[in-house]
């Protein structure tokens, strides 16, 4: 089993920034890429960012292309999110979710976090 565990939320201003981290316990080898997803009131949960651990790049949504950047740390079995001009169309719950190897190709995630507050003010 694997335990996802966010940080990093808050309350920022307009064309703030704000750090997201995930960190992954228990059979972390059994990841095979982390993602962030958000959700605001009333919208339904969409993908933000997302990467293949240990894979290379990460990929973007069009709404946070060029300002979001999400990184990975193996060794602290951790992926971050930074998020920088931040606008108040970002304010969701934030959401780390993570897929096994042996399932990869599913469009279900095995495992997810409980989710960071981020509010941006206008």
């Known amino acids: 089993q694997v335990q996802l565990v966010e940080s990093g939320g808050g309350l920022v201003q307009a064309g703030g920034s704000l750090r997201l981290s995930c960190a992954a316990s228990?059979?972390?080898?059994?990841?095979?890429?982390m993602d962030w997803f958000r959700q605001a009131p009333g919208k339904e949960r969409e993908f933000v960012a997302g990467l293949i651990l240990g894979g290379g790049g990460a990929s973007y949504s069009d709404s946070v292309k060029g300002r979001f950047t999400m990184s990975e740390d193996n060794a602290k079995h951790t992926v971050a999110l930074q998020m920088n001009s931040l606008q108040p169309e970002d304010t969701a719950v934030y959401y780390c979710?993570?897929?096994?190897?042996?399932?990869?190709?599913?469009?279900?995630?095995?495992?997810w976090g409980q989710g960071t507050q981020v509010t941006v003010s206008s």
């Open positions: 228990g059979r972390t080898s059994n990841i095979y890429n």
């Open positions: 979710a993570a897929k096994k190897f042996d399932t990869r190709w599913s469009d279900t995630y095995n495992y």
